[in-house]
């Protein structure tokens, strides 16, 4: 069975992936909004007051940047 995903702040997960090589293109509001290396698409963060993105929201931006669910635990995990 795979496993759960993290809980993560909005910011914890910017850094995640400018450290993987993500771009971020611009800032409206409180969306960040982020170019993918993986597959060079756009892809939006919210950050929200320091709140926890919902593991819906989470597992839909993982897999606009590219990732698949398991790559991007793995990765995480070697943080």
Do not use: T
């Not at 995903?5 to 909005?10: E, H, S, T």
């Not at 929200?48 to 990765?75: C, K, N, V």
Request: contains cysteine.
């Amino acid at each position: 069975m795979a496993e759960k995903l993290p809980v993560i702040k909005g910011k914890d997960l910017i850094k995640f992936f400018l450290k993987y090589g993500c771009e971020e293109k611009r800032i409206k509001g409180s969306h960040h909004v982020m170019l993918s290396k993986f597959n060079n698409h756009i892809f939006v963060i919210p950050v929200h007051s320091d709140e926890e993105l919902d593991r819906g929201l989470l597992r839909a931006i993982i897999r606009q940047a590219g990732l698949d669910i398991e790559q991007f635990i793995r990765m995480w995990k070697d943080e």
